[in-house]
């Protein structure tokens, strides 16, 4: 485990499920990142450990920033994929959490580095957060798919085993080099409205969230999370509705749903320049506060 940086090394963890969620292809509009860290707040997590990010990581697309310490000293804060562990007494376990940018080199080596470290850490499950764009209306209750690659974890936890067939991201390579280990594994990904991907989704997060309590046995209080989740919904209707071109499609992909009928082809779509222009007025709207 050579690219582990440790702080300090964890003992004595109960059970632990490792929960993983990286940024950029698998995480629009930071729903899965933003769960992990939510329940690594909600839970008072602590970390112990980084992967190095020298290995692993182009630079160029993943660039490090400075931050100015005392207002003198220029300090450069290079990509990381950080660990937590979270000790939850009540529950029937604890938790292992990671979250940091999806890498761009050697793959295989990075999910090799992380099922050693489970191993190590006596975890019994991986649990992978993800988030998707699809053709689905933010009016309706956030859709989560939930996956798992071991037979007995699908029948137990009531998850279904994949199908799919092409690209995929990190978390489709951790969860084979999860199987290839014999180590349990399960994903859950969020639905998340492609027309409002510009912006952090705090509905999708704390949908994730409560899917993901079901499968560890973990409770986390969600309140400030559900009271976000209300504004952006408030905020995303006025968004809309400034615009009839939007609010028209809104309501096409509302009958879809309701109706079940077949995606809406990209000539339903409004423009390209439409869209944009109403992501930008939306992010103004919520002004600099939300953009934690």
Same mark, same amino acid.
């Given at each position: 485990?050579?690219?582990?940086?440790?702080?300090?090394?964890?003992?004595?963890?109960?059970?632990?499920?490792?929960? %993983?969620?990286?940024?950029?292809?698998?995480?629009?509009?930071?729903?899965a990142?933003?769960?992990?860290?939510?329940?690594?707040?909600?839970?008072g997590?602590?970390?112990?450990?980084a992967?190095?990010?020298?290995?692993?990581?182009?630079?160029?697309?993943?660039?490090?920033?400075?931050?100015?310490?005392?207002?003198?000293?220029?300090?450069?804060?290079?990509?990381e994929?950080?660990?937590?562990?979270?000790?939850?007494?009540?529950?029937?376990?604890?938790?292992?959490?990671?979250?940091?940018?999806?890498?761009?080199?050697?793959?295989?080596?990075?999910?090799?580095?992380?099922?050693?470290?489970?191993?190590?850490?006596?975890?019994?499950?991986?649990?992978?957060?993800?988030?998707?764009?699809?053709?689905?209306?933010?009016?309706r209750?956030?859709?989560?798919?939930?996956?798992?690659?071991?037979?007995?974890?699908?029948?137990?936890?009531?998850?279904?085993?994949?199908?799919?067939?092409?690209?995929?991201?990190?978390?489709?390579?951790?969860?084979?080099? %999860?199987?290839?280990?014999?180590?349990?594994?399960?994903?859950?990904?969020?639905?998340?409205?492609?027309?409002?991907? $510009?912006?952090?989704?705090?509905?999708?997060?704390?949908?994730?969230?409560?899917?993901?309590?079901?499968?560890?046995?973990?409770?986390?209080?969600?309140?400030?999370?559900?009271?976000?989740?209300?504004?952006?919904?408030?905020?995303?209707?006025?968004?809309?509705?400034?615009?009839?071109?939007?609010?028209?499609?809104?309501?096409?992909?509302?009958?879809? $749903?309701?109706?079940?009928?077949?995606d809406?082809?990209?000539?339903?779509?409004?423009?390209?320049?439409?869209?944009?222009?109403?992501?930008?007025?939306?992010?103004?709207?919520?002004?600099?506060?939300?953009?934690?």
């Open positions: 485990m050579a690219p582990i940086v440790w702080d300090r090394r964890p003992d004595g963890l109960r059970a632990p499920a490792l929960v %993983c969620a990286f940024k950029g292809w698998n995480d629009a509009a930071d729903a990142s933003a769960a992990v860290t939510f329940v690594g707040t909600g839970l997590a602590s970390r112990f450990a992967i190095e990010s020298e290995e692993f990581f182009d630079f160029q697309n993943t660039r490090p920033t400075i931050r100015l310490v005392d207002g003198r000293h220029r300090e450069i804060l290079w990509p994929v950080e660990l937590y562990e979270a000790r939850v007494p009540r529950a029937p376990r604890d938790l292992v959490l990671l979250v940091g940018h999806e890498p761009s080199y050697r793959w295989r080596a990075f999910t090799s580095t992380i099922v050693e470290l489970a191993e190590a850490l006596g975890v019994q499950m991986v649990v992978t957060l993800g988030a998707l764009l699809a053709d689905v209306v933010h009016t209750p956030t859709s989560i798919t939930g996956l798992a690659s071991d037979e007995s974890l699908v029948e137990r936890l009531d998850l279904r085993s994949t199908r799919y067939e092409g690209p995929t991201g990190i978390t489709g390579v951790l969860h084979a080099a %999860c199987a290839e280990a014999g180590m349990p594994s399960a994903s859950l990904w969020a639905a998340v409205p492609h027309y409002i991907a $510009a912006t952090p989704n705090p509905k999708a997060a704390l949908a994730l969230v409560r899917r993901l309590e079901g499968l560890v046995g973990v409770s986390v209080d969600a309140s400030e999370l559900e009271s976000a989740s209300a504004d952006y919904e408030r905020q995303v209707n006025l968004a809309v509705q400034s615009d009839p071109e939007v609010q028209a499609f809104v309501e096409r992909l509302e009958a879809a $749903a309701e109706d079940q009928e077949p809406l082809s990209p000539r339903d779509m409004p423009s390209g320049d439409t869209l944009a222009r109403e992501f930008q007025r939306f992010l103004r709207q919520r002004g600099p506060e939300s953009s934690d």
